[in-house]
């Protein structure tokens, strides 16, 4: 088809051509569609559109999806050469295209990806390995729509692959996620979890699952302190909000949905112990350097129910700031020391008032 349309262009371009006088003024005067035009229609409803013609261009359709062969250069000549004999028919409209191609090929395509996302379930209890897999197909496929049809379809083909590979297996893959984010936050591997939030967001409970998840072992955590060793326990949770702070930058890029969870559960996690609020308040009275473990146990005490530890520490930072403050006539020295104290108050305020990522 692809040839006898090439020819049929040309020898149109050789009629149209002796009467584009008459296509620039009785036509246009007229109101009539031009010859070269009238002629693309006739080979659209005529040929194009022939009941057996068109059968059996929807099973070319159908077996170039199942060859699926995204490498394969002759694959891409042919699907591109489709797509610019459609769009040229549609006279730089894409009504043609996307009613005699673009719907049948993503129908198409949502039927095989149907039956792949059931064998590689079957294939892999594990989830991670499940979304490895499928994001080395969203590339190939990704790769192979840039080369064969536009921007517009490449998008659709990839909603219809998350659809089938995603959102259709919803139940599923929340089952797999409760087993394996406990097991990727436990071992803190998280570039497998950010490759696990990416999809799980196209799931409309996905959130709600990593959510449930991450309170979950936020709980865990909680029940691991230990009430009799106060120092283990301000070292535990120390340890736990770096590592809380690692999981919101890599995994999850700060997600406020996300966020808003992870500060709640760490809140309760925190007041679980009045003693050992009040032990992190005596290390702080001890402390006499500014430097980030300071910042981390009052960031600590910021969460913490009791405001008055934090309220007194921070009234006696200021005034430690204020003793900084240089007592000379150096010009240069002065506002050295001036922006250090200021430094130090920035970082500590941005903290305190969840402005920066030191604060989750």
Same mark, same amino acid.
């Given at each position: 088809m692809k040839s006898t349309w090439d020819n049929y262009c040309a020898a149109m371009r050789k009629i149209s051509s002796p009467l584009s006088c008459l296509d620039r003024i009785y036509t246009t005067q007229n109101k009539l569609e031009p010859t070269y035009n009238m002629g693309v229609t006739l080979f659209r409803d005529n040929i194009l559109r022939y009941?057996?013609?068109?059968?059996?261009?929807?099973?070319i359709i159908s077996k170039l999806v199942e060859q699926q062969q995204y490498n394969n250069i002759e694959n891409q000549t042919l699907?591109?050469?489709?797509?610019?004999?459609?769009?040229?028919?549609?006279m730089d409209n894409r009504s043609v295209y996307e009613v005699d191609f673009e719907a049948?090929?993503?129908?198409?395509?949502?039927?095989?990806?149907?039956?792949?996302?059931q064998n590689l379930l079957h294939e892999n209890s594990d989830l991670f390995e499940y979304i490895a897999?499928?994001?080395?197909?969203?590339?190939?496929?990704?790769?192979w729509a840039m080369n064969c049809f536009d921007n517009s379809t490449k998008e659709r083909i990839i909603e219809v692959l998350n659809i089938e590979f995603i959102t259709k297996n919803e139940e599923k893959i929340?089952?797999?996620?409760?087993?394996s984010i406990l097991s990727i936050l436990t071992s803190n591997k998280l570039d497998e979890f950010e490759i696990i939030y990416k999809y799980l967001t196209h799931i409309p409970s996905g959130y709600s699952t990593i959510s449930n998840c991450v309170s979950h072992y936020l709980h865990e955590q909680g029940k691991s302190l230990e009430d009799n060793n106060l120092e283990a326990s301000a070292q535990? /949770? =120390?340890? !736990?909000?770096d590592k809380l702070n690692n999981f919101l930058d890599i995994a999850t890029k700060y997600d406020p949905k996300i966020l808003?969870?992870?500060?709640?559960?760490?809140?309760?996690?925190?007041?679980m112990n009045a003693h050992l609020v009040k032990y992190i308040s005596s290390l702080i009275?001890?402390?006499?350097?500014?430097?980030?473990?300071?910042?981390?146990?009052?960031?600590?005490?910021?969460?913490?129910?009791?405001?008055?530890?934090?309220?007194?520490?921070?009234?006696?930072?200021?005034?430690? /700031? =204020?003793? !900084?403050?240089?007592?000379?006539?150096?010009?240069?020295?002065f506002i050295e020391k001036i922006l250090y104290a200021k430094e130090i108050y920035s970082a500590f305020i941005r903290a305190a008032l969840h402005e920066d990522k030191v604060s989750f």
């Open positions: 009941s057996i013609i068109r059968e059996r261009f929807h099973e699907m591109r050469d489709i797509y610019q004999m459609l769009i040229d028919m549609g049948s090929l993503l129908q198409q395509l949502a039927k095989f990806y149907q039956i792949q996302s897999k499928i994001s080395t197909k969203i590339e190939e496929i990704n790769q929340v089952h797999m996620t409760e087993q535990h /949770l =120390l340890a !736990l909000k808003t969870q992870v500060q709640y559960r760490f809140t309760e996690i925190v007041n009275e001890d402390m006499n350097n500014f430097d980030s473990e300071l910042f981390k146990k009052l960031i600590l005490l910021y969460y913490s129910k009791e405001k008055l530890f934090f309220e007194q520490h921070y009234q006696k930072f200021k005034q430690q /700031l =204020l003793s !900084l403050l240089p007592n000379t006539t150096d010009a240069s020295l």
